[in-house]
């Protein structure tokens, strides 16, 4: 699973999404393949745990806006997918799709679709192994099962993060929430030329696949920042039994994300709490940076340091910032919209 | 796939489904695992040709009935793809779900339906390796992924049917599409006693997993017949690239379809272009029929001789009476409602 429903806001009958799959659906996984539905993938029986699989669910006016372009749905619902097998250390190697078109959709979305799907397929290397299509009155919805080739150290998992260890992501966060502020209309006017790579992040992320294969080697644990950073700390703290500290000034922006935020601090701060970055985030022993240096140098990945693995209470996550001083997140992990 | 959108209704765009699926979408899956999608189930990348996969995926209001008891629903959604596995040769081992629920129903509901989930589940031994659950402003949409274990003598594939081949089905056609009928009003009043097994059989099929698993030794083609009988002849003979010659008299019927059907012609021809009846339609050469009949005491399994390759042109279907005159339906394998 990418963890089904974490992080996500309380429904109307006022449960947690998470808390509601954890009640129902855990008991029915195991611990060999399912690992209790705690871990962002299962491992397919009879693989000897070498092929894992991952799916995710996407509905129109939920996950993403129907008049999104439909060549980039389609890559989005791919990349979602390709990056949590990116962060088990597994490389992507076919996709099943399962996909509910509403009824009046056009051949030519219908194609532009496909054709999205394509080009992601070829640039991933994977096949479309198969699925299902079907036509819905309701909402155009999509699930995207993805299996990975689990490297030569196996799966690197959300449990094992050990005290001292350092907390690493890869490149920036905030992109992708503040692309879609934009879209809402919600910054104002934005000049085309910072508002156009923010939309790119939010409409299509580019998964850390090439650095992600190389992670089992020596990361402790990792996950896909994917809920939003602090929830996925949360995941990852919790599935660990540790605590996390966050320096809130250390946590990467890109260019255009900088220049949006610079003197609206509440935005800065909420950016923590946003989703859709699907950046690697890890822990690893200090004594692995030569490998992790190596690595990021190799996949030209962009990796920084933002905190460490601490001794407060199992699945905390502390944000502070640069005078140690607490910072609060409003909302965190908030993915819908 | 459960070959996608194969038999259903054409749409308001006016092309067929499963016309669209080949054309947009089997030239993304390749030859090794995806078999451009013409078969019922691809198999996973490395795992030497070992775990086969399926998906399926139902809409409220299109693939049931909104109001159908939710354990049920799940049930026939597992049900559906252990069925696809069988046809196959092989055995299921682990299951992958992404839900997406109406935002309305309440956890009873999503209770009830992780019930049906978990009875399913340990009556097929397979875990819940993974998925996604969402929340959706729409109607229910479910996709199932199922992983089988392929049987010894690799898949059964719907390829492989040779002139001369008999033509036999496990059980009785036609139940299902008479339960929805009963639960439509469309049969005016039916009996309790006689409504009951036909309603039971549409919300919940028994897959002929027993025997599907050594189906592999003896069956040059299969698959499950879940468009209709007809529509999924066609579908065989169409990728064997032979004729089938269906006898109309031989079609089993269970007790209470016979007696329903008595005296309404129509109503007994339509069954044979209905939908839902979960059962094996397979060749194999006359000469295996010690192996058959072993296999079908073996598992306790009906097993019934319909037909035969012909040598007509590929892909036709001839549904003849006891007079050899031919037959026609007037819908095949519609499965909308």
Redesign the interface.
Known sequence: ??R??EG?DN???G?G?FE??AR??A????A???FQ?TDD???????DN??C???????A???FLPDDPPDTIARKLVRVNVSDIAAKGAQV??L?????FN??R??SW??AF?SG??DD?ALFGA?????????????D?F?L?A?G?VGPHGLVRRSGAQPGDGLYVTGTIGDAALGLKILKGELGMVPLGRRQPLVERYRVPTPRHAFGAGLGAFASSALDVSDGLLADAGHLATVSGVSLDVSFDRVPLSGSAARLVKGNADLHLSLMGAGDDYEILFTTSTDNSDALAELAGASDTPVTRIGHVGTGPAGTVILRDSAGDVLTVPSQGFR?F
Do not use: C, K, W, Y
């Open positions: 699973m990418g089904p429903g996500r429904n109307a009958a449960f999404e509601l799959i129902l659906f008991p029915l996984s195991d060999a393949h399912g539905l993938v299962g491992l397919v029986p009879d693989t070498r092929v699989v991952t799916s995710d669910m996407i509905v006016g939920v996950h190697s076919g099943q799709l399962s996909a509910a009824r009046d056009d051949v219908i194609e496909a799907l394509a397929l096949p479309l192994i198969g699925g299902d299509t079907v036509r819905s009155p309701g909402p919805s699930s099962t299996f080739r819908h």
